[in-house]
């Protein structure tokens, strides 16, 4: 080529020309961001991620994730690492997570999990990929508007919306990571590059049985251009068999009823899959219906309010979504459609996406009144989802965080001097919260079940779950009274059990739990009850005003035994509307049965712990004193017999005190 044939552009804009007509793209090519913009999305990757990371496993350290989920997946994770592909025991009646989910994304998450074998890295791992989303997002908006702060906007909103946040700190789901994966598959389809796009619609349909339908919605969408229409297609009917082999095949073959585990959570539309699908198609009136049911409706207003009911006028962006939203309005189990787990994670990508589109849509209407709109009103919206999205993270995310932070206590750092007697290929019984600690062998079980484990390992003051406390306390004491088995540890609460252990008896460093520290703080009530049991004082944790989509309290009670106290009495806490309404008793404790209140020295201070949730705007805390000749037998109250603040801690019935009030924030 000549310096004539060019001309005044130069040779090095010649260079740049095609020798050939370009193909047809789907969006203009546009100039590179700024790269400042870039930065700073790269930064807010990094920030969710480090920060993120970090509250994963503080929670995690302090005790409090759980056998579901972090400990059956971590187990069924190490087993596929060590060739035993989604083996695990942790869940009552079955032997592989096949039998629950289809999660073929674990296969090379076990890769990583062999290199580093601890629990944590499966919350890592988790919180890299999903923050990894905003950079898509972030690409999907610049391509749209040409304008890095859009860009940054829904970046950030991507990364502050509430549900997301919420799927990451709900312990590991690999369903949590199809939110990144579909938010780069629809960058990839903006960007006119299939490869990458088959690539990561394929890793987010292996990340849950339900999700290859949004992927077939996805294709179906990419179908409408002429040049995807094939792939688009493919990527459709590959969606919905997989979905139909994993539902109807893999999951029944796997599971010793033939079925889900999960579609209890639809009764009410049919005892089968088929029957389920068939009354929502032939009744669509009831995901209206569902729809309108206030709790519902509230947790519709946290999917779209942070980005202004943009995705509404982009509907075919937001069509994938609608499997899990519908499954999410039409489900039974409250976590699903209350918020704060890990069930939306697949509908944000698309409201995100929908959101840009939506914009979009009004950016050219705008345009056609008057070219110079266009511009203001995407940089008008952006700056309006910018603070709605913000509003929505403080006062759904940041703040009620702020009033359950993860905290390691001296019980914590306990825990791993009096789990080191349990041999690592033990086959072990582990309580709720120490299951995860102990995942990675081949045979976990969560206690009560026990099975052939060579070990049972629980700390009392922690949850109990599946059982309540009193429960869990005449289960271990029939192993330790049957002969069996004997103590191979046991400090503050902590207990290890041996199976042919000779031991029996509980040394004094065990009840320590129980007994109040010098230094505790707390609001001063000094009412005594008939027995001769004072109740000192108490405290709650966050406070009287409790925030989040499932506000819990922390309630701790301290009591003095003036005299010494002959019988095992219960302490039972009592929730009530503020009509009187009784919500729910909670009579069983673990200070209260190790030791009874029999063996309270009298003077020494003993505190009781609980933990309190509740769903109504407002709640009372109450509490009684009674006796309780046999297990499961009613409980007698005894009178309050001095109570020098009748005002603050007003009495019913001669026996209930009225502690405090809380409210949801």
Not at 208 to 237: D, S, T
Request: include cysteine.
């Amino acid at each position: 080529m000549s310096r004539e044939a060019v001309g005044h552009i130069g040779w090095r804009t010649a260079r740049r020309q095609p020798t050939q007509p370009p193909r047809r793209r789907f969006a203009p090519r546009l100039p590179t961001p700024d790269r400042r913009a870039l930065f700073t999305c790269a930064v807010f990757v990094v920030l969710y991620a480090a920060v993120f990371s970090y509250l994963s496993v503080l929670q995690h350290l302090s005790f409090n994730t759980n056998a579901f989920d972090l400990g059956n997946f971590f187990q069924a994770v190490w087993n596929t690492g060590h060739g035993r592909p989604f083996e695990f025991t942790n869940w009552s009646g079955a032997t592989t997570r096949l039998a629950a989910h289809f999660e073929p994304i674990l296969l090379p998450v076990a890769v990583l999990v062999r290199l580093w074998p601890d629990p944590a890295t499966l919350l890592v791992i988790q919180t890299v990929v999903v923050a990894s989303g905003a950079l898509s997002a972030f690409g999907f908006a610049y391509r749209r508007f040409g304008n890095e702060l859009a860009a940054l906007t829904f970046a950030a909103a991507y990364l502050l919306a509430p549900e997301l946040d919420a799927a990451v700190l709900a312990e590991f789901h690999p369903v949590a990571m199809a939110s990144a994966f579909l938010m780069h598959a629809l960058y990839f389809y903006s960007a006119d590059r299939k490869r990458p796009f088959v690539l990561f619609a394929v890793l987010a349909a292996a990340t849950k049985e339900q999700v290859p339908l949004a992927v077939a919605l996805l294709g179906l969408r990419a179908a409408v251009r002429p040049e995807w229409r094939r792939l688009g297609l493919g990527i459709a009917a590959g969606g919905i068999l997989w979905f139909l082999l994993a539902t109807f095949v893999i999951i029944p073959l796997n599971n010793p009823t033939g079925a889900s585990p999960y579609l209890s959570r639809y009764d009410y539309l049919g005892s089968s899959p088929v029957e389920v699908v068939r009354a929502v198609l032939t009744r669509p009136e009831i995901v209206l219906q569902e729809a309108q049911n206030p709790v519902k409706a509230a947790y519709l207003l946290t999917l779209f309010r942070p980005v202004l009911f943009l995705p509404f006028f982009a509907p075919a962006t937001l069509l994938p979504a609608l499997p899990d939203l519908v499954l999410n309005l039409l489900s039974t189990f409250e976590p699903m459609f209350r918020g704060g787990a890990h069930y939306s994670a697949v509908i944000v990508p698309f409201v995100i996406g929908a959101a840009i589109d939506g914009l979009d849509v009004l950016r050219r209407l705008a345009g056609r009144v008057r070219p110079d709109l266009a511009a203001r009103v995407v940089n008008g919206f952006s700056a309006l989802v910018l603070v709605s999205a913000g509003h929505a993270y403080i006062f759904d995310v940041l703040l009620p965080l702020f009033d359950r932070l993860p905290v390691v206590t001296p019980h914590d750092r306990l825990a791993p001097e009096v789990l080191k007697v349990i041999p690592d290929d033990a086959a072990v019984s582990a309580g709720n919260s120490l299951n995860p600690h102990l995942a990675a062998r081949r045979r976990l079980y969560l206690f009560p079940e026990v099975r052939d484990a060579d070990y049972v390992a629980v700390d009392v003051r922690a949850s109990p779950y599946p059982v309540d406390a009193g429960t869990q306390y005449w289960q271990l004491y029939a192993l330790l009274s049957g002969g069996e088995w004997g103590v191979a540890a046991a400090r503050d609460g902590y207990l290890v059990l041996v199976r042919g252990g000779r031991n029996r008896e509980l040394p004094e460093e065990f009840f320590t739990f129980a007994l109040a520290g010098p230094d505790e703080k707390y609001e001063v009530v000094d009412a005594v009850f008939a027995p001769g049991l004072r109740l000192v004082g108490y405290r709650v944790e966050p406070g009287r005003v409790v925030r989040g989509p499932d506000p819990t309290a922390k309630l701790t009670t301290f009591w003095r035994a003036d005299i010494p106290v002959r019988q095992d009495l219960r302490l039972v806490f009592r929730i009530t509307t503020p009509d009187g309404l009784v919500l729910e008793g909670r009579p069983y404790q673990a200070a209260t049965h190790w030791p009874p209140t029999s063996g309270w020295p009298p003077v020494v201070l003993n505190h009781v712990q609980d933990r309190l949730s509740f769903k109504e705007p407002e709640v009372r805390v109450n509490v009684f004193v009674g006796y309780q000749a046999e297990f499961g037998r009613p409980i007698e109250a005894y009178r309050v017999v001095a109570n020098p603040d009748p005002d603050r801690f007003p009495v019913s019935d001669g026996t209930v005190l009225q502690l405090t009030t809380l409210r949801r924030g």
